[in-house]
């Protein structure tokens, strides 16, 4: 056994934390905006969010702030995220593991093949988002395209905000669910104990003093 359990290790670095903030509280607002914008049910948020024509004006340009901030923070972690055959047994075991059944799933690495699926999901919904975005944005892209790009444009924005809203959501709750990953997020370590039982191939290369960041 490499050190003792409690001995604290650098998970998330300074930077990464506070991108990863950052990207939270654009996303909460876009959610929110969008939601009012979406449906007249919810159109009562935007009294919460500066206003109706205020709130109209930020929601793109808080689109694309997520943009600038996330593809930077994203190609960080890309290395950490490529797809390896035990992401596959994860997957065919994913039941199991959300019963905290704790299937034979082999080594998991920084982040399990959950993490990477939310990961590359994010990667294109927040493309899609932001390209049929600017199809959408008055008065400076719209005026620009055809009714039916824009209708077309729509649809994908609203389908793709629904499937990141839900993914989000898991997100979250597999964030609190698993006790010590907030906290990894908000301080930035974790324990060598929680290191080796949810990253046990990640915690063996921080030993072997790979892991820099
Ligand atoms: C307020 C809500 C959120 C909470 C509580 C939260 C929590 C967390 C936590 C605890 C981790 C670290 C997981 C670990 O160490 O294994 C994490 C990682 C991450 N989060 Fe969030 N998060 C939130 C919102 C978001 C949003 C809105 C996005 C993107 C749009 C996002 C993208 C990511 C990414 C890309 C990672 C790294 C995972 C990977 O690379 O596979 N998070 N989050």
New binding site residues.
């Given amino acids: 056994m490499n050190g003792t359990g409690k001995e604290l290790i650098l ?2 670095s300074n930077g990464t934390r506070i991108a ?2 950052s ?2 509280i654009v ?2 607002f876009l959610f929110l905006s969008g939601l009012a914008l979406f449906s007249p049910l919810f159109f009562w948020l935007s009294s919460v969010l500066g206003g109706g024509s205020l709130m109209r004006f930020l929601h793109p340009l808080a689109g694309a702030a ?1 943009v600038i901030l ?1 593809y930077p ?2 190609a960080t ?1 890309v290395g ?2 490529r797809w390896l055959p035990n992401d596959s047994r994860w997957v065919e075991h994913m039941g199991a593991y959300m019963r905290k059944e704790h299937p034979d799933v082999g080594e998991t690495g ?3 093949a959950g ?2 699926m ?2 590359w999901s ?1 990667v294109v919904l ?1 493309g899609l988002l932001a390209a049929t975005g600017v199809l959408l944005w008055q008065p400076w892209f719209a005026p620009h395209f055809s009714a039916g790009a824009r209708r077309a444009a729509g649809l994908v924005h609203a389908v793709s905000a629904f499937i ?1 809203f839900v993914g ?1 959501g898991i ?2 709750y597999a ?2 669910w ?1 006790k010590g ?2 906290d ?2 908000i301080r930035g370590t ?1 324990t060598r104990a929680w290191a080796r039982f ?2 046990p191939a990640w915690e063996r290369e921080t030993t072997a003093g790979k892991d820099r960041r």
């Fill in positions: 998970r998330h990863h903030w990207v939270a996303f909460t997520l996330f923070y994203a972690l950490d995220n920084k982040y399990n993490e990477k939310m990961f994010m927040i990141m989000i997100h979250v964030a609190i698993t990953s907030i990894a997020m974790v949810h990253h």
